[in-house]
């Protein structure tokens, strides 16, 4: 049998805020309930070699456990779902963190497999995983441009 094909999505957002706080926000999976709208629950479930497996609970009551590895030296996240819903077979990614003159570009990529290897499948896939990162790059956008999680609730802060 043949290997099948590896489709890919590419998305990419401007943010106003330093590198470091983007990249934490990303990077920081027990702050993503008040980073990104999708998310109630992210519950670690430990460590497999260098990498840290979570279970991710959204709004819509979906759940699933991903696996992920990151890189502070590069402002880069890698991770892999373990169990991608049909008709997806495979699905996995990368966060980057690119650095600009004001502010920084994040790119979000996924690569993912389809079980019947076709172009429409992969295509209709491709739109429902735009349609969720562009939700996700939207939230940290907000989130990183008001100061982060923590600058949020800072009583310095808060309205008079």
């Avoid at 489709?7 to 106003?16: D, E, F, N, P």
């Avoid at 260098?50 to 996240?77: D, H, M, Y």
């Amino acid at each position: 049998m043949a290997e099948l094909k590896i489709w890919t999505t590419r998305q990419r957002l401007k943010v106003a805020a330093p590198p470091k706080r983007v990249y934490e926000l990303v990077a920081d999976i027990h702050g993503w309930p008040s980073v990104f709208d999708s998310v109630t629950v992210v519950e670690p479930l430990g460590y497999d070699r260098a990498c840290e497996r979570f279970r991710i609970v959204e709004r819509t009551g979906n759940t699933w456990v991903s696996v992920r590895e990151a890189n502070p030296k590069r402002l880069q996240v890698r991770y892999r779902r373990t169990d991608p819903p049909a008709p997806l077979v495979s699905m996995a990614g990368l966060w980057r963190v690119e650095a600009k003159a004001v502010g920084v570009v994040v790119a979000l990529d996924h690569y993912f497999r389809v079980a019947d290897d076709s172009q429409e499948t992969a295509a209709v896939a491709a739109q429902q995983i735009v349609a969720i990162g562009t939700v996700m790059l939207g939230s940290l956008r907000r989130t990183s441009e008001l100061g982060g999680v923590a600058d949020l609730w800072a009583p310095e802060r808060k309205a008079s």
